[in-house]
């Protein structure tokens, strides 16, 4: 079975601008989750989504979105780039409610 | 809020001595609670969950509600065991899933 896909791997953008990622998750998952990852603030949760509906969110502002299809892939976006949102972004995916989640390898997002 | 911390970055241990990677956690609720392992250049993996009460790999973690922990441990510790550990919690009812900083383990041979 394969496994979380996120594209694209590596991302160079500059501020102001603003990006799209994406995330696959495993066949038969309907939960996706969203994290940031940095190395002062560890991981932190951006959003989840079930069955297309957001079903919780982060304490992120909101240039940071979300949306999940009827196929249950993912995507993030990010508008108006900050240097501070350099970062690897992980998506996780999972059966539903309380179940175990897989990670992707992430997106590493790089602002100059 | 629910609230995950690990109080150690590195840990650092010997080969074949007893390893102990310390969480505490904050939630009012009966919260469920998982330890996952990063190694070198892999993804983020599920290592354990309390509620499955089973070893993996050699790594046991008990729920002491008391002390509000779920510290990880494992009396033997390899080499391929160096990796960077995180604890997570996941509330009741619609609530993420939060983690702790991470502890980074060492095993020196």
């Known amino acids: 079975k394969a496994g979380v896909t996120q594209t694209p791997r590596y991302l160079i953008k500059t501020r102001g601008q603003q990006v799209t990622l994406s995330c696959s998750p495993i066949s038969g998952h309907r939960s996706v989750s969203w994290y940031q990852q940095t190395p002062g603030q560890g991981l932190q949760f951006l959003f989840e989504y079930f069955s297309e509906t957001q079903r919780n969110k982060g304490n992120f502002p909101g240039r940071f979105s979300g949306r999940q299809f009827s196929n249950s892939r993912s995507e993030m976006n990010v508008s108006t780039l900050e240097l501070g949102d350099s970062a690897l972004y992980l998506c996780?995916?999972?059966?539903?409610?309380?179940?175990?989640?897989?990670f992707g390898d992430g997106t590493r997002l790089s602002i100059l | 809020a629910q609230r995950v911390t690990q109080p150690e970055k590195l840990l650092s241990v010997f080969k074949g001595a007893p390893v102990e990677l310390k969480c505490n956690y904050s939630y009012s609720g009966s919260p469920e609670l998982f330890w996952y392992v990063q190694y070198s250049r892999q993804r983020l993996q599920l290592l354990l969950r309390?509620?499955s009460r089973e070893s993996i790999k050699g790594f046991t973690a008990d729920l002491n509600k008391g002390e509000t922990s779920f510290h990880l441990k494992k009396p033997f510790a390899q080499e391929e065991d160096s990796a960077m550990y995180y604890c997570a919690l996941k509330g009741s009812g619609n609530t993420p899933l939060v983690f702790g900083k991470g502890t980074r383990l060492s095993v020196i041979a």
């Open positions: 996780a995916s999972s059966l539903g409610f309380n179940q175990p989640q897989h």
């Open positions: 309390h509620i």
